[in-house]
């Protein structure tokens, strides 16, 4: 989580100056649902966004994303729809 927030402030805060608390919640909110969600690729899903990961697990099961049993690291089990 710490990294996600020290991406954000890199990626978005920054980056620029807000007038309002109005306008940084709305750059916060478009940062985590647009970009974050279902642009920006993680490297514990497989290279792929979250919204990817989703569709295709609903689509063809999650199975498609998990590794060899042997090969997974300690983290890989939260990856499971």
Same mark, same amino acid.
């Given at each position: %989580?710490? *990294?996600?927030?020290?991406? %954000? #402030?890199?990626?978005? !805060?920054?980056?620029?100056?807000?007038?309002?608390?109005?306008? !940084? #919640?709305?750059?916060?909110? /478009?940062?985590?649902? !647009?970009?974050?969600?279902?642009?920006?690729?993680?490297?514990?899903?497989?290279?792929?966004?979250?919204? /990817?990961?989703?569709?295709?697990?609903?689509?063809?099961?999650?199975?498609?994303? *998990? =590794?060899?049993?042997? =090969?997974?690291?300690?983290?890989?089990? =939260?990856?499971?729809?």
């Amino acid at each position: %989580m710490e *990294l996600f927030f020290s991406r %954000m #402030k890199v990626e978005l !805060i920054y980056r620029q100056k807000f007038n309002s608390l109005q306008v !940084i #919640k709305s750059c916060i909110f /478009e940062y985590i649902e !647009i970009f974050y969600y279902r642009v920006h690729p993680h490297s514990t899903l497989g290279k792929v966004s979250p919204y /990817e990961y989703e569709a295709t697990c609903a689509q063809h099961g999650c199975s498609l994303f *998990l =590794k060899d049993k042997s =090969k997974e690291s300690s983290h890989a089990g =939260k990856n499971r729809c």
